[in-house]
């Protein structure tokens, strides 16, 4: 018993060596997070660390701009903190904002969500319209009032826009019997998205039954909306997603595209979307200046120099971000700075050049790196010109806080159902009802 | 259900001193005395040991477990939004009284019991196989139970990304072996039955090995000489496995089945991620969207808070209510045998 | 450190179950339990099943994506695995990750099973006032589904200013009905009474009784409960995500989550990154697999 009592004895100082290794390991973890909180305010070289919270469409640092900003400012070290999809960012990013902890020196906000984070959470931000060195006239008009509240601040200062053209098969449409040459493609459809279908009409009797003439049901809902001046909101802010007519045409028009065979079958960016790149199985799909990176991450290497890019009927706009300083973050001075330099139209210039974002600052597409701008899968096309020119004809359109929502039902819970049989109206009662369960408070 | 199979130990009762031999007879006196404060020691821990064993998961439950808890009770009664979630307008029931109208939520529950069923059932039956041929003697045996929980070492975002790929319309390689086999393809994502059937494919894929070595564990612990009577008598492996095993593994089974029913009434990563673009609404007509996915829908995606607390509470309420109702007939049951 | 509440003390020889536990080691190796070629038939076939999707997912981090997007699907490896490997190890800073991940889910599963062994046991075997009440409430919590608690979880994490401190992920996880309750149902099966009972004839306290009757007893469930709780802790991502970030000190989820970043993810990149999140835990399986050894009881019971 004695022996027994001695390894219980020894047991016990074995269980408080390990809980105290445990705590120890705790406290370590903790010393080490006030270590990188501390040096984050400046460390040994008196550096100061300013932090980007952003999601996967960026691309600072890869084109080399942190690098550039840190040689001209030697008392900065920029660090970037990224997630690839918004889906996981932006939930976070209200959690932090609304607890007005975790938060970066600089967070980025998607232009689905952009609305959102004015109407409800502008005073967690810095007016950028008044830091140093910000002049608003170097945005488009429209980029810079999405950022704006109803009372004058900016929270937050446009980084790239994604204005939108068609992009096209030169070899798909030859082999149909359609023109090629992208001024007089872009003439079958000019100003009207109802001669885009009818060119879809004539491609399926030229193509035959083996590629398709679109991409998706998503991707064209999506480009007929965004070449809207009103859609899911008016002016006032309520919505009308289900009155106005310009959605329900929308939504009629991509039905019926749908109905006759035009558009494929597929959700965009889901595996089996990007495998019919691969598979060059469709010869047109809405697209911004981004959509060319996806088209070359997903094709075949014998794609390259077959596409070219037409304008669009009607032109609007595809995604975007913004950067904005929360006033919660350990660096607001030294942030807005570092914002208003990455914003400048020099750098959305090089961020285009190197990363395919297209500027949202006018005065950078007077600038070489836009003009002359190339892309491996269109060729010789200057695709610079030929997106500036679509982004000086985007409408200023009015965005709500739940586009996104109203946007994927009609989508997701709509017109896709049209390409899987069902009609037209049935898809847009399913949409509607999901839509609105999900606006509901 | 929980006390059913309590077969407590009788500790010594009245307080008397355990029956130590006495070690020498020289002080009888003294001996008496340190029987006396070993006596009063002995009942202090018989009394407080059992409070002072269960008191860290309690004090944990309350620091980190009860706020959480009381927080989505009283947002449940509000309006209430992520975007200020402290910003609350009372609405009493309200967000209780719509469920029954939720189409969704029904829609979401009666997936839930299909998921559920068509993925736990197989995967207890197949685990406790599993354990069974585990439990032999064999070669390599470690390598197997590392295989079993490679499964569930997968994080959904690898898992997602893989079956996706796999049960791909056209180019699954799912579709492709139907292909092969002269049937039809299969739109996994978009029928009804076929995708529950992905998606409890998905759950089944993940957890049977997890549940195979709770039942490995468990049946390790049977004693041997249980099974070696049984030989004696004659009785087959089968009639073993029948009449050892089983019998001896009850408590476990049980909670398999209670944690089961739990994990199936809150399955949500399998669904989210079976088709990941499209947001939560499991599917374009809501076809493999559970309750737990719906209620992440609701407070996540759409962020509406009050809302989702009112469903993680009607959830909550529907597995108490089933809870009790299988208490009661399994009361019965044993009543009337 | 997880290993350390399973090696026996070098002076613990006398104690009665160790020596049972030898005991019954014997038997079982001398036992007539060997399996038949169906049972290595059945094993295969689960093991082809079970490990496919894994070793697809390394093909398909070996490929590109254009070779994905042909039929038939490609069924071997390519020659980009291990540049790919590379690539995710650099760029989502994978190392680091693995240490804070390490320490993360090494003292949740440490302390989930140590606190619900003892909690087991009192729920199992012992008699106080309130005991069933008290277990319905164990079980009460599992049911609270937790996509939903973090959000006022991450309320109280932000009054406290533990935003990217590891304590932040550790100690909520600590709070683990399961545990409880799975020890709870083992321990009524595997520790009978009476040896409880010798061991308080004995004269040993209660806690005497859990180091030398309930934790030599329990030692099969308590590594599956910590392989299960370590792995859960691994690979936990929305909570972690809310609470860390990449620069502070990620876990590997949360590390991952940065990775393919751009328009255009790259996918095989994608999958080689959760290749690598996935490779140690089944190192660490490996090591405790062993510990899941069979028998400890029966020889106790014996004498």
Redesign the interface.
């Known amino acids: 018993m004695r022996a027994a009592r001695r390894g219980s004895a020894r047991k016990v100082v074995v269980m408080a060596a390990i809980a105290s290794l445990g705590a120890g390991l705790l406290a370590g973890c903790a010393d080490d997070g006030n270590d990188e909180d501390s040096s984050s305010s400046g460390d040994s070289s008196g550096k100061t660390t300013i932090t980007l919270g952003l999601f996967g469409t960026m691309g600072f640092k890869e084109a080399g701009l942190y690098d550039e900003y840190e040689k001209l400012n030697p008392d900065i070290n920029i660090e970037e903190n990224v997630t690839e999809r918004n889906?996981n960012y932006y939930?976070a990013l209200?959690?932090h904002l609304?607890t007005n902890s975790g938060l970066q020196d600089v967070q980025a906000i998607e232009v689905g969500n952009i609305a959102?984070v004015v109407a409800?959470?502008a005073d967690k931000f810095e007016d950028m319209s008044k830091a140093e060195g910000v002049k608003k006239d170097n945005w488009l008009d429209w980029k810079w009032q999405q950022a704006t509240t109803k009372d004058g601040a900016t929270i937050g200062l446009g980084t790239d826009i994604g204005p939108m053209a068609i992009c096209y098969r030169k070899d798909l449409f030859e082999k149909a019997g359609l023109p090629t040459d992208r001024e007089e493609v872009s003439k079958l459809w000019a100003g009207d998205w109802n001669k885009f279908i009818e060119t879809g009409e004539k491609y399926k009797k030229g193509a035959g039954k083996d590629t398709y003439f679109m991409d998706s049901p998503g991707g064209l809902i999506n480009a007929i909306l965004s070449s809207e001046d009103e859609k899911f909101y008016d002016s006032s802010g309520k919505v009308i997603y289900k009155t106005n007519p310009a959605v329900k045409d929308a939504f009629d028009l991509t039905a019926e595209a749908a109905e006759k065979g035009l558009v494929q079958s597929q959700?965009?960016?889901?595996?089996?979307w990007d495998?019919?790149i691969s598979n060059s199985l469709f010869a047109t799909v809405a697209c911004p200046p981004w959509m060319l990176g996806t088209i070359k991450a997903k094709s075949q290497p014998d794609s390259a120099g077959k596409w070219d890019v037409a304008q669009a009927p009607k032109a609007g706009n595809w995604g975007g971000t913004f950067l904005g300083v929360p006033k919660g973050g350990k660096h607001v001075k030294e942030a807005q700075k570092l914002v208003t330099w990455l914003t400048a139209p020099e750098q959305q210039a090089k961020l285009f050049s190197k990363m395919g974002s297209f500027p949202s600052a006018p005065a950078a597409y007077k600038l070489p790196q836009v003009t002359g701008g190339k892309n491996d899968m269109t060729g010789d096309a200057p695709i610079g010109e030929l997106f500036a020119k679509a982004a000086e004809q985007i409408p200023t359109q009015v965005i709500g806080p739940k586009d996104q929502?109203v946007q994927?039902g009609l989508t997701?819970?709509g017109v896709?159902?049209v390409t899987?049989g069902k009609s037209a109206k049935d898809a847009w009662e399913?949409a509607v009802?999901?839509i609105d369960?999900?606006?509901?408070? | 259900m929980?006390?059913r199979?309590?077969?407590?130990?009788?500790?010594?009762k009245g307080g008397a001193a355990?029956?130590?031999p006495p070690g020498d007879r020289a002080s009888a006196e003294a001996d008496r005395k340190r029987r006396a404060k070993?006596s009063r020691?002995?009942q202090r821990?018989?009394?407080w040991?059992?409070?002072a064993?269960?008191s860290?998961?309690?004090l944990?439950?309350l620091?980190?477990?009860l706020?959480?808890?009381i927080?989505?009770g009283w947002?449940s009664l509000h309006?209430v939004?992520?975007?200020?979630?402290?910003d609350m307008k009372w609405t009493g029931l309200d967000n209780y009284t719509r469920i029954f109208d939720?189409?969704?939520f029904w829609n979401a529950a009666k997936n839930t019991l299909w998921i559920g069923i068509i993925s736990t059932v197989p995967q207890l039956l197949m685990a406790m196989?599993?354990a069974h041929?585990?439990?032999?003697?064999?070669r390599a045996?470690?390598f197997?139970?590392?295989?079993?929980?490679?499964?569930?070492?997968?994080?959904?975002?690898?898992?997602s990304?893989?079956?996706?790929?796999?049960f791909?319309?056209?180019?699954?390689?799912i579709n492709?072996v139907l292909d092969l086999v002269g049937l039809d393809k299969i739109?996994w994502q978009?029928g009804s039955w076929a995708s529950k059937f992905a998606v409890s494919t998905i759950v089944i894929?993940r957890w049977t090995?997890?549940n195979a070595?709770?039942y490995?564990?468990?049946?390790?612990?049977i004693?041997?000489?249980l099974?070696e009577s049984a030989?004696l008598d004659g009785a087959s492996r089968w009639r073993q496995f029948i009449h050892v095993t089983l019998p001896?593994?009850?408590?476990?089974i049980?909670?398999t089945v209670?944690?089961s029913t739990?994990g199936a009434?809150?399955v949500?990563g399998e669904p989210l991620l079976f088709d990941a673009?499209?947001?939560a609404?499991g599917g374009?007509?809501?076809q493999f969207q559970t309750l737990?996915l719906y209620?992440?829908?609701?407070?996540?995606?759409?962020?509406?808070?009050?809302?989702?607390?009112a469903i993680?509470w009607a959830?909550?309420l529907i597995?108490?209510v089933i809870g009790i109702l299988n208490a009661v007939i399994s009361r019965r049951l044993r009543a009337s045998s | 450190m997880t290993t350390t509440m399973t090696k026996p003390p070098a002076d613990a020889a006398p104690e009665p179950p160790r020596r049972g536990r030898r005991r019954?080691k014997a038997?079982?190796?001398g036992?007539?339990?060997?399996?038949g070629p169906i049972?290595y038939i059945?094993?295969a076939l689960?093991?082809i099943?079970?490990?496919f999707?894994?070793v697809?997912?390394a093909i398909?981090a070996s490929r590109d994506n254009q070779r994905?997007?042909?039929?038939?699907?490609p069924f071997w490896f390519g020659g980009n695995l291990f540049d790919k490997l590379e690539i995710a190890w650099n760029d989502a800073n994978l190392g680091e990750a693995f240490l804070n991940t390490t320490i993360v889910a090494g003292i949740s599963a440490f302390t989930i099973v140590f606190?619900?062994t003892?909690?087991g046991?009192?729920?199992?075997?012992?008699?106080?006032r309130g005991?069933?009440a008290?277990?319905?409430?164990?079980?009460?919590?599992?049911?609270?589904?937790?996509?939903?608690?973090?959000?006022?979880?991450y309320?109280?994490v932000a009054k406290l200013d533990w935003s990217d401190q590891l304590q932040a992920v550790i100690?909520?996880s600590?709070?683990?009905?399961?545990g409880?309750?799975?020890m709870r149902?083992?321990l009524?099966?595997?520790l009978p009474?009476e040896i409880?009972?010798a061991a308080?004839?004995?004269?040993a306290?209660?806690?005497r009784v859990?180091w030398h009757v309930v934790f030599p007893?329990a030692r099969?469930?308590m590594?599956?409960l910590g392989?299960?709780m370590f792995?859960q802790s691994?690979?936990d991502?929305l909570w972690p995500f809310l609470v860390l970030t990449q620069n502070g000190s990620p876990t590997v989820?949360v590390a991952?989550a940065g990775l393919g970043r751009g328009y255009t993810p790259d996918?095989s990149l994608?999958?080689a990154g959760?290749?690598l999140?996935?490779l140690p835990?089944?190192l660490v399986?490996?090591i405790f697999?062993?510990q899941?050894?069979?028998?400890?009881?029966?020889g106790a019971?014996?004498g």
């Open positions: 889906e939930p209200v959690n609304t959102e409800t959470q959700t965009q960016f889901q595996p089996a495998q019919t929502i994927q997701d819970n896709i159902l899987q399913n009802k999901t369960n999900n606006l509901e408070k | 929980t006390t199979h309590d077969t407590a130990a009788s500790p010594v355990p029956g130590r070993l020691r002995w821990d018989m009394r040991s059992p409070y064993f269960v860290p998961f309690f944990l439950f620091a980190f477990g706020f959480p808890l927080y989505t947002a309006t939004e992520l975007t200020a979630p402290t939720d189409e969704f196989g599993l041929i585990l439990n032999y003697k064999l045996s470690t197997y139970r590392v295989v079993m929980l490679a499964p569930y070492a997968t994080s959904i975002a690898a898992a990304l893989v079956f996706v790929l796999l791909g319309r056209d180019y699954g390689m492709w739109d978009n894929w090995g997890y070595l709770i490995l564990a468990a049946m390790q612990a004693p041997q000489d099974y030989a001896s593994l009850r408590p476990t049980l909670f209670v944690v739990i009434s809150q949500f673009n499209k947001g609404s374009s007509q809501h737990g209620l992440y829908e609701q407070g996540w995606v759409n962020q509406h808070l009050g809302r989702a607390s993680a959830m909550f597995l108490i | 019954s038997a079982r190796a036992g007539t339990l060997h399996a049972a059945i094993l689960f093991t099943g079970s490990l999707p894994l697809w997912t398909a994905l997007a042909q039929t038939p699907p606190l619900s003892i909690a046991f009192a729920f199992a075997k012992l008699r106080f005991r069933n008290l277990m319905l409430i164990v079980i009460g919590t599992m049911m609270v589904p937790p996509q939903l608690s973090i959000i006022p979880l309320m109280m100690l909520p600590l709070v683990n009905a399961f409880v309750f799975f149902q083992y009524l099966q595997a009474d409880i009972e308080r004839v004995d004269g306290s209660s806690w859990v007893a099969p469930a590594a599956v392989m299960l792995v691994w690979n991502f989820q991952l996918q994608i999958m959760a290749l999140g996935t835990l089944l399986f490996a697999g062993k899941i050894v069979g028998g400890i009881m029966q019971v014996k």
